[in-house]
């Protein structure tokens, strides 16, 4: 199929009461794992990559790898360019066939993130290209992405939205970036959502929503991996966060720790093995049971 843009899946899951999976990719074998699992699992999916990715890979070939992989896919399949620090990537991605967009001004005040999501937004238009905003902020570390935890105010989410346009919103609502979310009991403020929910219509949008598997730290580890006090988003959270109205649940941590394991996995097993493609494939193997794993809890499998 070709690339879809994310408006269309969006609305069909608020409508339906599921979410859709966004996971990000940088390279061949999470953009394969992405699409044969979505694909067998027959679930419209959201392809991302960050300015690192793009960075990473450039951003023809990354947009080509992920253009050929939807083209194999039967399902629909959008490209979405995550966390933007600027218009001018969103301008360079749109021209290169993105179909969906996020800006992050989340870091700047109420009035700039207005006025840099609007601009966003005028420029996106043009092109029938959705924008994701984000209000509050999130914390944790990967890449750019770096911040404190600044919830998200309901009564300022309605104001931004009628201000900007946005076509879906990411709130702040205790989850963050990275393998290290939470020191004490995981909880997700869903009193907060649900205020949200009731102030505004378009689709909400969870990130950092990696549940970083505990069984997949402790196999890691065993192997040689240093990850320590690691913890996630627990399942039942992101389920009641879908009820509450999340249509889009945002995963990158899970896969690059799944990726992880599958390689050391490989190379333990196998020490005189050079052939980069064996271990590689091995840690593709290692995504893909990630990622069935977590559209199967978005509720998004048979729904395209
Ligand atoms: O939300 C952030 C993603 O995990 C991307 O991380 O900037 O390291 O590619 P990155
Ligand atoms: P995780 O680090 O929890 O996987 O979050 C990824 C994300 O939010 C990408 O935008
Ligand atoms: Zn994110």
């Given at each position: 199929?070709?690339?879809?843009?994310?408006?269309?899946?969006?609305?069909?899951?608020?409508?339906?009461?599921?979410?859709?999976?966004?996971?990000?990719?940088?390279?061949?074998?999470?953009?394969?794992?992405?699409?044969?699992?979505?694909?067998?699992?027959?679930a419209p999916v959201i392809i991302a990559t960050s300015a690192g990715a793009i960075k990473y890979a450039g951003i023809q070939q990354i947009a080509s790898m992920i253009k050929i992989g939807a083209a194999k896919a039967k399902v629909p399949v959008a490209l979405h360019l995550d966390h933007s620090p600027g218009l001018g990537l969103?301008?360079?991605?749109?021209?290169?066939?993105?179909?969906?967009?996020?800006?992050?001004?989340?870091?700047?005040?109420?009035?700039?993130?207005?006025?840099?999501?609007?601009?966003?937004?005028q420029f996106c238009r043009r092109y029938g290209v959705p924008v994701e905003a984000e209000l509050g902020q999130l914390g944790g570390e990967e890449g750019w992405v770096k911040g404190k935890n600044i919830f998200t105010n309901p009564v300022q989410a309605k104001a931004f939205v009628k201000k900007t346009k946005c076509d879906s919103l990411a709130v702040a609502i205790g989850t963050s970036h990275g393998?290290?979310?939470?020191?004490?009991?995981?909880?997700?403020?869903?009193?907060?959502?649900?205020?949200?929910?009731?102030?505004?219509s378009i689709p909400l949008v969870l990130h950092g929503a990696s549940s970083v598997p505990k069984d997949l730290i402790r196999k890691a580890n065993k192997l040689g991996a240093r990850i320590k006090g690691a913890a996630g988003v627990p399942d039942t959270q992101i389920k009641k966060a879908i009820k509450l109205g999340i249509c889009k649940v945002n995963t990158d941590t899970d896969l690059r720790l799944a990726f992880n394991y599958g390689v050391r996995k490989f190379l333990k097993k196998n020490p005189s093995v050079i052939?980069?493609?064996?271990?590689?494939?091995s840690g593709k193997i290692e995504i893909q049971k990630i990622v069935e794993k977590k559209i199967r809890l978005l509720g998004s499998a048979g729904k395209a």
């Open positions: 199929m070709v690339l879809v843009s994310t408006k269309n899946i969006l609305r069909k899951a608020q409508k339906g009461r599921y979410a859709v999976a966004h996971f990000n990719t940088n390279n061949l074998e999470f953009t394969e794992a992405i699409v044969t699992a979505a694909d067998k699992l027959k969103i301008k360079n991605c749109v021209k290169e066939g993105w179909t969906s967009v996020m800006i992050d001004a989340s870091h700047n005040s109420f009035n700039t993130n207005v006025r840099r999501t609007r601009q966003a937004v393998a290290y979310k939470f020191k004490g009991n995981p909880k997700l403020d869903l009193q907060r959502l649900k205020e949200i929910r009731e102030m505004i052939d980069p493609r064996k271990a590689l494939n």
